[in-house]
Structures are given as structure tokens and as C-alpha cells.
């Protein structure tokens, strides 16, 4: 079993524990940008990573394009998110967007961000990572009891 790899080898390396564990499993998905700050806190208990929602731009009909959400970063409000986004376009802090909308139904998550035509689909996406909760930050503190004792 692969969960056993430090008890039967103690000397194994972090890189060896990452080719078993290479991150933690948020049940809501997400994607974890860049794994330093999870070797990080392998090696020292604690550590900060970045985790991002699952977004893909996706052509439509007359040359517009949509940017479709189907995963979130763990503990992420979606309605929280989705008024956020909509906000966003309402106050005008971002162009491009022309409607928000939630199509989340039982067979799984979907937030869709429909674009105006010649709208800068990645320049919109990247400013949604920015300044909503479509990308957070995660701080680890990795506590064990050993020995009757907490210790990092």
C-alpha cells in the first residue's frame, strides 16, 4: 500500500513521498498551480499553495466566445462567486462580459461567463482569477501527535 511508503522506508526523500502524494485531494477539484509550495510543506510543515477553478474558454456561433467553470477551489462559495462575477460586469471593472449565468444542475457544476464578440476571453479569465474567488490561497500547518505532543 502506498500510504505505508515513509513507515517502510523512513529515509525516503519528500520527492520520493511526492511521486506517491503529490498533493492534497480538495473533493471540489481545482487545480494546484505550481508544486513548490507543497514540497514546501513536506519539508517543513508548513507551506502556501494557490488553487484555481476549472475554467476553458469555448467558442460559440457568430465568433463569440464563453468561458465555462465546472471545477472550484475547496471551501468556495459558488452563489458568492457568481454574484461577484456578475457585479463585476454590472460596475463595468472588467469589459467583455455580457452575462453570468449558473447552469449548475444535478449532473455536476457549470458556470458560464458568456463574452461580448471580440472580447478578450483570457485577459477576462485572468482578471477573474485576480480578483474573485476563482483562484485562493491555501496555508498549510501540518500538526502530528507524537509522543502525546503535538509537533509540527
Known amino acids: 500500500m502506498q500510504s505505508l511508503k515513509r513507515i517502510e522506508k523512513p529515509n525516503s ?5 511526492m511521486d506517491v502524494l503529490p498533493g492534497p485531494d480538495f473533493p471540489t477539484g481545482g487545480i494546484i ?6 514540497k514546501k510543506a513536506y519539508e517543513s510543515g508548513r507551506g502556501k499553495i494557490v488553487v484555481r ?3 476553458e474558454i469555448e467558442p460559440l ?3 463569440k466566445e464563453q468561458i465555462v467553470i465546472t471545477e472550484l477551489p475547496y471551501e468556495v462559495n459558488k452563489a458568492n462567486m457568481v454574484k461577484k462575477m456578475d457585479e463585476l460586469r454590472i460596475e463595468r471593472k472588467v469589459e467583455g462580459i455580457s452575462e453570468v449565468r449558473d447552469e449548475t444542475d444535478r ?3 457549470r458556470v ?23 483562484q485562493v490561497s491555501y496555508n498549510f ?3 502530528a501527535i507524537a509522543n502525546k505532543t503535538p509537533k509540527l
Not at 13 to 17: A, F, I, P, R, S
Not at 33 to 38: F, H, L, S, T
Not at 114 to 129: F, H, P, R, T
Open 13 to 17: 526523500t519528500v520527492d520520493d513521498l
Open 33 to 38: 498551480q505550481g508544486a513548490d509550495g507543497i
Open 53 to 55: 477553478g476549472l475554467a
Open 61 to 63: 456561433r457568430g465568433g
Open 107 to 109: 449532473t455536476g457544476l
Open 112 to 134: 458560464v461567463i458568456e463574452l461580448k464578440k471580440d472580447a478578450d476571453s483570457q485577459g477576462v479569465l485572468n482578471y477573474l482569477y485576480k480578483n474573485t474567488d476563482l
Open 141 to 143: 500547518n501540518m500538526v
